[in-house]
Antibody, heavy 119, light 107 residues
Framework: EVQLVESGGGLVQPGGSLRLSCEPS????????MTWIRQAPGRGLEWVAS????????HYLDSVKGRFTVSRDNAKDSLHLQMNSLGAEDTAVYHC????????????WGQGTLVTVSS | DIQLTQSPSFLTASVGDRVTVTCRAS??????LAWYQQKPGKAPKLLIH???TLQSGVPSRFSGSGSGTEFTLTISSLQPEDFATYFC?????????FGQGTRLEIK
C-alpha cells in the first residue's frame, strides 16, 4: 500500500525557516517524480514544487522561488522541502504527493503537515 | 498562468441525485485535466485524469468529460460518501494550477 507521511511542520516566526520531510512507503520512490502542494486554512490547493526522480529537474511556483528548495535522497527514501524567509502567506497544510509516471497527475497524497507563520 | 474556474462553488443535493460540476480553463489545455475529491481533514483523492479516465478503484458513478477549455465532472447517483469538496487541476503547463473547489453538501 502506497503511503506518504509528512513531518516537520510547526509554528515559526515571520522570516524564519522550516524543513519539511516526506517519508514514502509501498512503492519504488526512486522511480517517481514527487511534488509538494499546500492548502491554506479554508482555501484551495496550491502547487508548490515538483522534482524528478534523479533530482536534476525541479519546478517551483514563482512566489517560492529563491526561498524554498525541494530535494530528495533516493538512498534514504526521503523527500524534503527547505523553506526560508517564511511569511504569513506561507501558512498552510503542506502535502507531499506522488506523480503518476512523468505526468503531473497526483495519484497518491499524504495527509499533510501544518506550517503556521506567526509572531 | 492558467486559471481554472469551477462552478458552482457550493452545491446542495440529495442522495440519488445526478450532479455536474464545471471547470473552465482560461486557455486551452487539451485534455490535461484531473479531478480530485477531498473530505475534511483528509488528503485529496484522485478521481479522474486526462479529462475522462477513471482512476483505478473509483466507482463508475463518477465520470468526466471535456477538452480545450470546458470540462465537467458528473456523479450519476450521489451516495452518502460523495459529500465532499471537488477540485479540478490542469497539468498542461507550469505552474500547475487548481480550481477553487466545489463543496457538495447534503440537502
Amino acid at each position: 500500500e502506497v503511503q506518504l507521511v509528512e513531518s516537520g511542520g510547526g509554528l515559526v516566526q515571520p522570516g524564519g525557516s522550516l524543513r519539511l520531510s516526506c517519508e514514502p512507503s509501498g512503492f519504488t520512490f526512486s522511480n517517481h517524480w514527487m511534488t509538494w502542494i499546500r492548502q491554506a486554512p479554508g482555501r484551495g490547493l496550491e502547487w508548490v514544487a515538483s522534482i524528478n526522480p534523479g533530482g536534476s529537474a525541479i519546478h517551483y511556483l514563482d512566489s517560492v522561488k529563491g526561498r524554498f528548495t525541494v530535494s530528495r535522497d533516493n538512498a534514504k527514501d526521503s523527500l524534503h522541502l527547505q523553506m526560508n524567509s517564511l511569511g504569513a502567506e506561507d501558512t498552510a497544510v503542506y502535502h507531499c504527493a506522488r506523480l503518476a509516471g512523468t505526468s503531473s497527475i497526483f495519484d497518491y497524497w499524504g495527509q499533510g503537515t501544518l506550517v503556521t507563520v506567526s509572531s | 498562468d492558467i486559471q481554472l474556474t469551477q462552478s458552482p462553488s457550493f452545491l446542495t443535493a440529495s442522495v440519488g441525485d445526478r450532479v455536474t460540476v464545471t471547470c473552465r480553463a482560461s486557455q486551452g489545455i487539451s485534455d490535461y485535466l484531473a479531478w480530485y475529491q477531498q473530505k475534511p481533514g483528509k488528503a485529496p483523492k484522485l478521481l479522474i485524469h486526462t479529462a475522462s479516465t477513471l482512476q483505478s478503484g473509483v466507482p463508475s458513478r463518477f465520470s468526466g468529460s471535456g477538452s480545450g477549455t470546458e470540462f465537467t465532472l458528473t456523479i450519476s447517483s450521489l451516495q452518502p460518501e460523495d459529500f465532499a469538496t471537488y477540485f479540478c487541476q490542469q497539468r498542461h503547463s507550469y505552474p500547475i494550477t487548481f480550481g477553487q473547489g466545489t463543496r457538495l453538501e447534503i440537502k
